[in-house]
C-alpha cells in the first residue's frame, strides 16, 4: 500500500528563517505529488503541485518543492518564512496504481515575529 | 461558482445516532472522497468514487457508507455514531475519474462530535 511520511511534526521558525519540509513516499509508479496547506480554522489549499516535467515546481506565496524520484521524495521550501506562513502544511501523493490520494500526517508550523 | 459546498458545517450526535454528511460539488467532477482529520494523522481517506455509481473503501471505511446515485453529490452516512468518529470531515473533488494529473478541491469540513 501506499504511504506518505512527512517526517517533522512541528516547526518553530522565527520571521525571515529558511523553511524546509520533508515528505517521502512508498509508491514506485506514477504519482502526482502535492503540498497543501491549512490555516486555523479553515479547508485544505492547494500550496504547489508537480505532475510531470521539471522536478522543481514553484507554487504560491514564494514556496517550491523538489520532486527527487531516486529518494522518493518531495520537500516543501521557503527561503525566507513570514509570520502569515503559521499553518499545517501536508504532503500529498496520488497513484494511478491504487487511485488514491494518501496525505502525511502533516506538520504544524509556527512563525514567531 | 460554490464549489465544493459540504453540509453541515457543526453537528452534535449521540452515541448511537445515525446522519448523514452532505457534499456537492458543481465543477461536474467524475472523482469525489471523503476523508476525516484528526490530530496528528493527517487525512486520513474514508471512501471515494470515480462516477456515478461507483464507490471504493479507503484506509478507514469502518462505520461509514457512501452512495453516488449523481455526479455531484457525495453523501457521507453514519449508521451508528461512536465517541470514535468524533473529527473533521473533509469532502473533495478532483476532474476525470482517475484523477491523475488533477488537483483535489476541498470543502470547507464537518466539525462532527459524538458524545
Known amino acids: 500500500a501506499q504511504s506518505v511520511s512527512q517526517h517533522n511534526h512541528h516547526v518553530i521558525l522565527s520571521e525571515a528563517a529558511s523553511l524546509e519540509l520533508g515528505c517521502n513516499y512508498s509508491?514506485?509508479?506514477?504519482?502526482?505529488l502535492f503540498w497543501y496547506v491549512q490555516y486555523p480554522g479553515q479547508h485544505l489549499q492547494l500550496l504547489l503541485k508537480?505532475?510531470?516535467?521539471?522536478?522543481l515546481v514553484k507554487g504560491i506565496k514564494g514556496f517550491e518543492a523538489e520532486f527527487i524520484k531516486s529518494k522518493f521524495s518531495f520537500n516543501l521550501r521557503k527561503p525566507s518564512v513570514q509570520w502569515s506562513d503559521t499553518a499545517e502544511y501536508f504532503c500529498?501523493?496520488?497513484?494511478?496504481?491504487?487511485?488514491?490520494?494518501?496525505f502525511g500526517a502533516g506538520t504544524r508550523l509556527a512563525v514567531h515575529p | 461558482n460554490a464549489g465544493v459546498t459540504q453540509t453541515p458545517k457543526f453537528q452534535v450526535l449521540k452515541t448511537g445516532q445515525s446522519m448523514t454528511l452532505q457534499c456537492a460539488q458543481d465543477?461536474?467532477?467524475?472523482?469525489m472522497s471523503w476523508y476525516r482529520q484528526d490530530p496528528g494523522m493527517g487525512l486520513r481517506l474514508i471512501h471515494y468514487?470515480?462516477?456515478?455509481?461507483?464507490?471504493d473503501q479507503g484506509e478507514v471505511p469502518n462505520g461509514y457508507n457512501v452512495s453516488r446515485s449523481t455526479t455531484e453529490d457525495f453523501p457521507l452516512r453514519l449508521l451508528s455514531a461512536a465517541p470514535s468518529q468524533t473529527s473533521v470531515y473533509f469532502c473533495?473533488?478532483?476532474?476525470?475519474?482517475?484523477?491523475?494529473?488533477?488537483?483535489?478541491?476541498f470543502g470547507q469540513g464537518t466539525r462532527l462530535t459524538v458524545v
Open positions: 473533495a473533488s478532483s476532474y476525470g475519474s482517475g484523477a491523475l494529473n488533477t488537483e483535489a478541491f
Open positions: 509508491y514506485g509508479g506514477t504519482v502526482n
Open positions: 508537480y505532475f510531470s516535467g521539471d522536478p
Open positions: 500529498a501523493v496520488f497513484s494511478g496504481g491504487y487511485n488514491k490520494l494518501i
Open positions: 465543477m461536474n467532477h467524475e472523482y
Open positions: 468514487s470515480v462516477g456515478a455509481g461507483i464507490t
